[in-house]
């Protein structure tokens, strides 16, 4: 090795010391991991089947710059977000590839799209009228997903008649049909037959439509990926699975992926507090004995969940430490008694392995009484992301 290598080296080190002692609560995002998921997905489609790595919400707090990079590296053909405002921020970065914006636009949006060259999901005539309009002043046309609801019932022309909207907007010439979509409402669940029924009715617009030459036809998120392979159609679009957890138990084969975020703190401060003493706001948890109790610099304002309040664990020296007491904004206190040896800035990890334990986001999810997709979202942006497993 060099020295100008060692010195880089060390470098690195002493910089990533600086950067965790500065740090109160952060987010530890593993990209090889989310790099194995990818992978681990691609192998389930055909040769013939692109995919749309969903990174909306910041990636479900990943962070959606990183992890597209890594998607596109493996060959992911487009991205695909919820609002006109995290497609502007991912076209800044990445100039050519398809961004797709899920949720329904805004018509006084449409110039916006046309600028950044982004594509809308479609379901109304006010949205597609005005898409056209601002691509025929820009001499250009204007490139559209048509939503087709199946049930789900958020977003979307009925699928009865969805294939009448389809024909009209494609007779548009100031539009580009780029694909037509649906959504599935069950396909993480035990019980099928719903999802089975939403993809026969897609497929009966689809056969109504087939001599249209649209490039991409998709409904299949996670769930359908792994549990519906008939639904690949031409394109799927994970979303929970590329950061490495099934959103549900029912969907088979997930349990091989890696999860690619790790949720820290450090312990700020320990006392000793006396039987009897309550603890937090509401004194909702009173000590049966004199307790060690160590207190940790997060809370409700970083996004971790309030109802974790008296149910919640963390792990500290590889021991689980009980959360006592409410969440607060910014500070938990959790039970140390009989952990030895514990002293402050020891790291407790809220999501993640430490020695022979592991917190994970779906165990979390269920003490909280909400989903992973909640607990991964909440995660804001006071918690700093430090990336590892870069390619």
């Not at 060390?10 to 609560?25: D, G, Q, V």
């Not at 006084?108 to 006010?126: H, M």
């Not at 026969?200 to 490039?215: A, Q, S, T, V």
């Amino acid at each position: 090795m060099t020295l100008k290598k060692q010195d880089s080296k060390k470098a690195n080190r002493k910089e990533s010391s600086y950067t965790y002692r500065l740090l109160k609560t952060w987010a530890e995002i593993n990209l090889g991991a989310v790099r194995f998921n990818i992978k681990n997905i691609q192998k389930k489609l055909g040769k013939d089947i692109d995919l749309m790595a969903i990174v909306k919400c910041n990636a479900y707090g990943h962070g959606a710059i990183e992890v597209s990079r890594q998607a596109l590296d493996l060959g992911v053909k487009a991205l695909g977000v919820s609002s006109l405002y995290e497609g502007i921020e991912l076209r800044d970065v990445f100039k050519d590839v398809p961004i797709i914006v899920l949720s329904s636009g805004m018509s006084g949006q449409a110039e916006e799209f046309i600028e950044y060259n982004l594509s809308p999901v479609v379901c109304s005539w006010e949205m597609t009228n005005a898409l056209a309009d601002a691509a025929r002043k820009r001499g250009t046309r204007a490139n559209v997903h048509i939503k087709v609801d199946t049930g789900m019932g958020r977003i979307g022309v009925w699928h009865e008649r969805a294939d009448e909207f389809i024909r009209q907007v494609y007779k548009m010439p100031d539009i580009e049909i780029e694909g037509v979509c649906s959504h599935f409402a069950t396909s993480d669940e035990q019980n099928l037959d719903f999802a089975r029924k939403q993809f026969d009715w897609f497929n009966r617009c689809l056969e109504k439509i087939k001599d249209l030459p649209i490039r991409f036809k998709h409904i299949s998120n996670t769930g359908a990926i792994f549990n519906l392979p008939e639904a690949h159609l031409n394109m799927v679009r994970p979303g929970l699975s590329i950061y490495g957890v099934s959103p549900s138990e029912y969907v088979k084969g997930a349990e091989k992926l890696r999860p690619a975020l790790s949720l820290k703190t450090k312990i700020a401060f320990l006392k000793s507090i006396p039987k009897g003493r309550t603890l937090s706001y509401a004194r909702t948890y009173k000590t049966k004995k004199q307790m060690k109790v160590a207190t940790l610099p997060v809370g409700y304002g970083d996004g971790y969940p309030l109802s974790l309040s008296n149910k919640g664990y963390v792990l500290i020296r590889g021991k689980k430490a009980q959360i006592l007491g409410a969440v607060t904004m910014d500070q938990i206190m959790v039970d140390v008694t009989g952990i030895k040896d514990v002293k402050t800035e020891d790291v407790a990890v809220l999501i993640g392995k430490q020695g022979n334990e592991e917190i994970t986001a779906t165990e979390v999810a269920r003490i909280a009484g909400t989903v992973p997709y909640e607990i991964f979202t909440s995660i804001n942006k006071r918690v700093q992301r430090i990336y590892s497993g870069r390619d």
